[in-house]
């Protein structure tokens, strides 16, 4: 409650070519370099049902077409 949630119901954390499209889902498969990680925190406050998304590169290095991608998703925010 400290941190702003009563309830984490699950993380569902997803990988690779499952990322798109977002399914509800959970997998056993292995996250690998290059990989996009994709972690969808499901969550509960004062009664509110909320999911909480978060996408990582797994590894040192993004694949080639990632940064190009987030720079054209960021702009359809602004």
Known sequence: MR????????INAISGERCSPHPHNFTDRL??????????IIQS????????????SVGPRPAHSVP???RRANGWTR
Do not use: I, L, N, W
Request: charged share 25%; with cysteine.
């Open 31 to 40: 996250m690998r370099p290059g990989d996009q990680a994709f972690f969808d």
């Open 45 to 56: 406050y004062m009664g509110y049902r909320t999911c909480y998304y978060r996408t990582f």
């Open 68 to 70: 190009r991608t987030q």
């Open 3 to 10: 941190m702003g949630s009563d309830c984490v119901e699950a």
